[in-house]
């Protein structure tokens, strides 16, 4: 936009217009070009990651704040903070139905996800 509003304000400046739109243009084609798929993670990193961990913030009205951590490739393995304790537990599989810390005893959920608002 800018090449072609340079050239039609004056025809004397197609010297510097014409310039402009043709390096934006390859630079539009190797953007496509250059174009890099991700590479999936190996079962060994996947294995052995491991989120962020520490207490959480409380939540609405005294609520305790929790964060679910599930690898989408296998082995899904998912991981639940308290952020009550800041305990991370891991289970194999995906998000369980009901959960209550193993450290501090909190129940921080006993229904489904489709239930949840």
Same mark, same amino acid.
């Given at each position: 936009?800018?090449?072609?509003?340079?050239?039609?304000?004056? !025809? &004397?400046?197609? &010297?510097?217009? &014409?310039?402009?739109?043709?390096?934006?243009?390859? =630079?539009? #084609?190797?953007?496509?070009?250059?174009? $890099? +798929?991700? @590479? !999936? =993670?190996? +079962? @060994?990193?996947? *294995?052995?990651?491991?989120?962020?961990?520490? $207490?959480? !913030?409380?939540? &609405?009205?005294?609520?305790? =704040?929790?964060?679910?951590?599930?690898?989408?490739? +296998? !082995?899904? *393995?998912?991981?639940?903070?308290?952020?009550?304790?800041? @305990?991370?537990?891991? *289970?194999?599989?995906?998000?369980?139905?009901?959960?209550?810390?193993?450290?501090?005893?909190?129940? #921080?959920?006993? @229904?489904? $996800?489709?239930? $949840?608002?």
């Amino acid at each position: 936009m800018l090449s072609s509003g340079i050239i039609f304000a004056n !025809p &004397a400046y197609i &010297a510097i217009g &014409a310039p402009i739109g043709l390096a934006g243009a390859v =630079m539009f #084609l190797l953007a496509f070009v250059r174009v $890099e +798929e991700p @590479k !999936p =993670m190996s +079962e @060994k990193d996947i *294995r052995d990651w491991i989120p962020e961990v520490g $207490e959480l !913030p409380d939540g &609405a009205e005294g609520s305790v =704040m929790y964060r679910i951590d599930t690898t989408l490739d +296998e !082995p899904i *393995r998912t991981s639940v903070l308290c952020g009550n304790c800041g @305990k991370l537990t891991w *289970r194999d599989g995906k998000r369980p139905l009901t959960f209550t810390c193993p450290n501090c005893n909190t129940l #921080l959920w006993d @229904k489904p $996800e489709d239930e $949840e608002e």
